[in-house]
Each structure stands twice: as structure tokens, then as C-alpha cells.
């Protein structure tokens, strides 16, 4: 191995583009349009933005309380914010207003699920041009039109396979392949599944992956070619041909027999696969061979076990939280830069050359994107409203969006 820095899009160059391709979706560069942001990779593309806090934190635009319950995070198009969360015993998406939160509409789509750590759904919606993408925690899987919530198509994905829910609730956020929507039912009779995403037809199960469902969501790349679904399984990270569902490899050494929660993290022919519960992470090499890809190890590390905070890849540099601590580790060889309690246990985005966290314990921070040393520009907190804090964060057309259970607060991050 040479130790040479994967080269990685500078999210300063990406800022000098005006849109952005989703599939077929054009979204612009303010929008957040699905979990994790346009790619997937927890990076936004701005820039302007401030580079340290007062000690009150950055000024509050709007906040908005009664969204229920659930732990999942926004998707932003236009003038609208979606989001899940319950209304009494349902499950339900809310569509709010990007200008001041006001409920534009809501739609129930099953019942809602309660669990001792948290009720209510963990997923965020996916926006797709007109339509909104939502699957809840008891795996009601629906198409909705984005100007009124009405229904496009539904199903439940759990009774349609008899696949069992995991113990702690289905938290995975559907993704858009084309004219495809792609989600993970689990068990032996589909642990990967795509559908038609205009009617919900099926369009393929993949059969040969018989695992149990993870909380993770999946990501879309290209090796060589191929179309490749990168995700968690219950035991073992997985790729999958995007053509036909066809499991192509597995690798069980970065997953943990209780929790696989985190999104992987792709560049460069090259991902990382990571989680807690004292397993680890691995980068994995991936190759084109006869029209599959496979994947060889680069390196395993005990240095990264990320829960369900997340990850991300700025400039070769791989930020995140194992465990409780904030660590930086080289993408390419996995050597440690540095690691610092920040926030404690929490989540993160990036934007403008920093680091947006979230900790658990209700800590919102901001830090440098610097692989020499933590470098922490301002904190605050944030209610306690009787849960952990665990959505992740998003930053948006030079604001930071932060859900906590039942609230979104909306702060002013736009350098003056």
C-alpha cells in the first residue's frame, strides 16, 4: 500500500455548480433533497458561511414544535422541508414550509410503532422531482406527491415479503436508481428489493442475499461500469448489482451481530464500512471481474467504530465518531490523525471547511475540517427533550437545520 491521499471532489469546487444530478433529478445546490444531502456523502456544497459562533450559538431563524416523534432527518426541496414523525398513533411525513415552518400538509401512513428507545419513525424522506419517497418504521413503503401529500402508490414491504421488522424498527431512507426506488426488506425472501418508483410494480428481489434487514441506508456507485448498491446487511456489508439485484460480494469483518447503522462511505473505487459495539472498520478495495464486482480489504481499524452518527470524506481525511470520540483517520491507509470527546457521542455534516455536530446529549458544535487537530469554533445548547439527540444535522441555503424529536430549529449560518 502506498499511502498515497485518495483524491476526493473539493465540496469548494462542487460549490461553483448549479445543479447536481440525482438520478434523473435535477436539485439545486441550496436543496438537501434525500438522507445525507444530494449524494449521500454528508457534504454540502456552500460556502460563505460562518466560521466560528457566538457563545449563544448562531441566530435563530424559526422553530416549529409538534412533529410527534422519531429520530430521522430532512429533506429539502424548493420552498419545502419534509420530514417523519407521528401524529397520535400514526406515523406520519409533515411538509413544512422552508420560510417559516408552517404544516403545509401532513399524511398518515401506518400506524406508529413504540420501542423503549424511542417511538416513532428513524428514516428520512427522499425527494424525487414531484414526488416524496417515505418508508416508516413498521415498513410502509410510499409515493407521494410533493405539492399536496396525496398518494401516487403504497404498499408495506414487510408484509409483502414476510420479513420481520428489526428489533429496533426499520430505519433505513429509500433510494432513487432511475426509474427505480430501492429499500431493504430483509430475510430470505428479499433482502434487497427495487420497484418500479412511478407504480410500485417490482422490479426485482435479491434472492441470493437471505440476511435480516440492518439500520443503515444504502449509497449508489459506479466500479468500472457496474451499478453498485453498497450497504449493511443484519450480518455482513454487502454490494449489490443495481441491474438485477444480484449479490456480487459480502464481507462480514466491519459488522457486528447487534446494530449496523452507519451509511458507508465511497471514493475512488475504494469504501469504508464501519461500527460499534467493539468491531471496527474497513476499507475495501472494489474491482470489475466478469461483469460483478468484488472487493478486496485495504486495511481493517479498530479506530473507527462508528454507531449511528455517520461519517464523512473531506480532502482524503475520514471524520467521525467512534463511539463516543471524534476521530480523523486517512481514508487511504486508516492511520489515526487525531481524536478529541468534542461533542460526545453524536452525529455530523459538513459545509464550508467545517465540521456541523450534533452530540446525543444535546450539544450542537462547530469544528474545523482539519486533519492536524481538532480545532473547535463555537458550541451551544440545545433543549432536552427526553430523548437523545440523533437526527443529523443539515445545512441548506446558508442555514443549519436541527431536529430534535417533536422540534426543528432553523439557525442563521451565512457569513455577514
Not at 440525482?22 to 460563505?48: F, I, K, Y
Request: glycine share 12%; charged share 20%; hydrophobic share 40%.
Amino acid at each position: 500500500m502506498n499511502g498515497k491521499r485518495l483524491a476526493t471532489i473539493s465540496p469548494h469546487l462542487l460549490a461553483l455548480l448549479c445543479w447536481v444530478g440525482l438520478g434523473t433529478t435535477m436539485v439545486m445546490a441550496q436543496d438537501w433533497p434525500q438522507w445525507r444531502g444530494p449524494q449521500r456523502t454528508g457534504l454540502s456544497s456552500e460556502t460563505g458561511l460562518l466560521k466560528t459562533w457566538p457563545a449563544e450559538g448562531p441566530p435563530r431563524v424559526w422553530s416549529i414544535n409538534g412533529l410527534g416523534e422519531g429520530y430521522g432527518s430532512l429533506a429539502i426541496k424548493g420552498d419545502r422541508i419534509l420530514l417523519q414523525g407521528t401524529n397520535g398513533g400514526a406515523s406520519v411525513v409533515f411538509c413544512l414550509s422552508r420560510q417559516n415552518g408552517r404544516v403545509l400538509w401532513s399524511t398518515a401512513l401506518g400506524p406508529k410503532v413504540s420501542e423503549s428507545r424511542g417511538n416513532g419513525p428513524r428514516a428520512t424522506p427522499t425527494i424525487d422531482d414531484d414526488r416524496v419517497y417515505v418508508l416508516t418504521e413498521n415498513g410502509d413503503l410510499a409515493c407521494l406527491r410533493l405539492r399536496d401529500g396525496s398518494s401516487i402508490w403504497r404498499k408495506n414491504i414487510l408484509r409483502e415479503f414476510g420479513a420481520s421488522n428489526p428489533h429496533w424498527m426499520i430505519s433505513e431512507s429509500p433510494l432513487i436508481d432511475g426509474d427505480r426506488v430501492i429499500v431493504s426488506p430483509g430475510g430470505r425472501s428479499a433482502g434487497m428489493a427495487a420497484f418500479n418508483k412511478m407504480n410500485g410494480t417490482r422490479v426485482w428481489v435479491s434472492q441470493d442475499l437471505s440476511d435480516e434487514a440492518a439500520y443503515s441506508s444504502p449509497i449508489l456507485v459506479d466500479v468500472a461500469g457496474i451499478r453498485t448498491i453498497l450497504n449493511f446487511t443484519a450480518n455482513a456489508a454487502v454490494g449489490i448489482r443495481a441491474t438485477d439485484g444480484k449479490l456480487m460480494f459480502s464481507y462480514d469483518r466491519a459488522a457486528n451481530g447487534t446494530a449496523n447503522c452507519a451509511t458507508p462511505v465511497y471514493a475512488d473505487n475504494k469504501v469504508f464500512f464501519s461500527s460499534a459495539y467493539g468491531t471496527g472498520g474497513a476499507l475495501l478495495k472494489l474491482r470489475a471481474e466478469g461483469g460483478v464486482v468484488k472487493a478486496d480489504e485495504v486495511y481493517f481499524t479498530r479506530e473507527m467504530m462508528n454507531h449511528h452518527g455517520g461519517m464523512i470524506l473531506v480532502n482524503g481525511y475520514l471524520y467521525g465518531f467512534s463511539n463516543s470520540i471524534l476521530t480523523c483517520l486517512e481514508f487511504a491507509t486508516g492511520k489515526k490523525q487525531w481524536s478529541h470527546r468534542s461533542v460526545g457521542k453524536g452525529s455530523l455534516t459538513y459545509a464550508d471547511g467545517m465540521l456541523y455536530l450534533i452530540g446525543e446529549n444535546h450539544v450542537v458544535g462547530l469544528a474545523e475540517a482539519n486533519p492536524n487537530a481538532y480545532v473547535e469554533k463555537g458550541r451551544f445548547q440545545i433543549e432536552d427533550l427526553g430523548r437523545p439527540s440523533w437526527a443529523h444535522p443539515v445545512i441548506a441555503g446558508g442555514q443549519l437545520f436541527v431536529r430534535n424529536q417533536g422540534s426543528l430549529t432553523v439557525y442563521n449560518v451565512r457569513a455577514r
